[in-house]
């Protein structure tokens, strides 16, 4: 089982990026595919996700700013994040549950927001 994960950098604030986190070698049906960030010396955090029926989950820190969606077909998990803030510079880690039971991640992509 091996998550994919692109699309970081470096961006100025107010900017915008885009998260792409491909999944591949999946036995059994992914419930849920999202995205959490880890800050230096922070916590690893929930930023968004999406459930198998299309109901999504957003931390209150980026509710209108950042956007998630799904490829079913294709297995890959979309971030689109706009307006963003030098707070939201943190490593992107994709993460996806299969069969209910089954836990993975993916490398994590950096995504710095400085000018």
């Known amino acids: 089982v091996q998550l994919q994960a692109s699309g970081g950098g470096l961006v100025q604030p107010g900017g915008s990026l885009r998260l792409s986190c491909a999944a591949s070698?999946?036995?059994?049906?992914?419930?849920?595919m999202g995205w959490y960030r880890q800050a230096p010396g922070k916590q690893r955090e929930l930023v968004a996700r999406?459930?198998?029926?299309?109901?999504?989950n957003y931390a209150d820190s980026v509710k209108g700013r950042f956007t998630i969606s799904r490829d079913n077909a294709t297995n890959t998990v979309y971030l689109q994040m706009n307006s963003l803030k030098p707070e939201d510079t943190a490593v992107y880690y994709c993460?996806?549950?299969?069969?209910?039971?089954?836990?993975?991640w993916g490398q994590g992509t950096q995504v710095t927001v400085s000018s």
């Open positions: 993460h996806a549950v299969v069969s209910w039971s089954n836990y993975y």
């Open positions: 070698g999946i036995i059994g049906s992914i419930n849920v």
């Open positions: 999406i459930i198998s029926g299309g109901s999504t």
